[in-house]
């Protein structure tokens, strides 16, 4: 059986986020720019770096077992894949804009409009969802330049916070979709790369649920044990274990990262000595 094919994106801005996934993963590699297949014996496995927009056809063609792309890529591909995990990076929504101060205010009002995007089959299906007849003219890149070109009236573009609109004069009309990055497979596999492909899942998952925490560790008097513990609010009940030493305990939580600064100063005027906060690799709650 051939090793478990991973297609990560080769550049852009999901290319070093998917990578330092899969690193934390414990996946261990070193992209250097020029090799496009790295071998991995170890995790019987290997990694292909490709274009995030040739990602979803790879996988939909069997030529890698899974891969990382935008869910816009796979829309825009019109492919049929499962997606496993979305991966909580590269954020973005395909949004409809117009100038400002134009006669377009609305998605009603680009019948008939031409409309620069990157993304032409998305945009005409979600066109024709609304009944809307317009001509998509494809652009590759520098899509909000368009309409100050009069090369068309209205824009399709990803956006993130929407200030590239604000400053080339635009104004969002709507979103067609929301995006992330997503691990993908073809929807059937066989038994065993399936189990593979599960597993891959699993240790991500594992990953991204841990990322958001950090895990907390602390001595308590007995006397003083009940007002600690109080104060945690762990992923379930904190761990409380008696030490070697008489009316001491230790108590171990997870805790969201974002309450570490929050929760210190409180558990050491509340007597916690010894505190320790570490980072975790692995989550499976």
């Known amino acids: 059986m051939r090793p478990l094919r991973i297609a990560l994106p080769s550049k852009g801005r999901m290319a070093e986020p998917a990578q330092r996934l899969l690193r934390d993963a414990g996946f261990e590699f070193e992209p250097d720019g020029r090799r496009l297949r790295v071998p991995l014996p170890d995790q019987d496995a290997e990694i292909l770096f490709a274009r995030a927009d040739d990602i979803p056809v790879w996988v939909e063609d069997r030529a890698v077992d899974c891969g990382v792309a935008g ?145 907390l560790m602390l001595n308590a008097h007995d006397d003083q044990l009940s007002a600690i513990v109080g104060l945690l609010p762990g992923l379930d009940a904190p761990t409380v274990l008696p030490l070697a030493r008489d009316g001491m305990h230790a108590v171990h939580a997870v805790v969201d990262a974002a309450e570490v600064v929050r929760l210190l100063a409180p558990l050491k005027q509340a007597g916690a000595t010894g505190i320790l906060v570490l980072p975790i690799e692995h989550l499976i709650p």
Do not use: H, M, W
Request: aromatic share 2%.
């Open 71 to 215: 869910a816009n890529q796979v829309a825009e591909s019109g492919v049929v894949l499962d997606e496993r995990l979305r991966l909580g990076f590269g954020r973005c929504r395909l949004a409809i804009a117009a100038p400002a101060g134009s006669q377009i205010t609305a998605p009603g009002d680009l019948a008939g409009v031409r409309i620069a995007t990157s993304y032409p089959a998305t945009v005409n299906r979600y066109l024709a969802g609304l009944g809307i007849v317009a001509t998509c003219i494809p652009i590759t890149g520098s899509v909000e330049l368009a309409p100050s070109l009069d090369a068309s009236e209205a824009i399709a573009d990803l956006v993130s916070s929407g200030e590239t609109l604000r400053q080339n004069g635009l104004v969002e009309l709507d979103t067609i979709l929301e995006s992330e990055a997503v691990l993908l497979a073809p929807r059937e596999l066989d038994p065993a790369t399936e189990g593979r492909v599960a597993e891959l899942v699993l240790v991500l998952t594992s990953v991204l649920a841990a990322r958001p925490k950090r895990y």
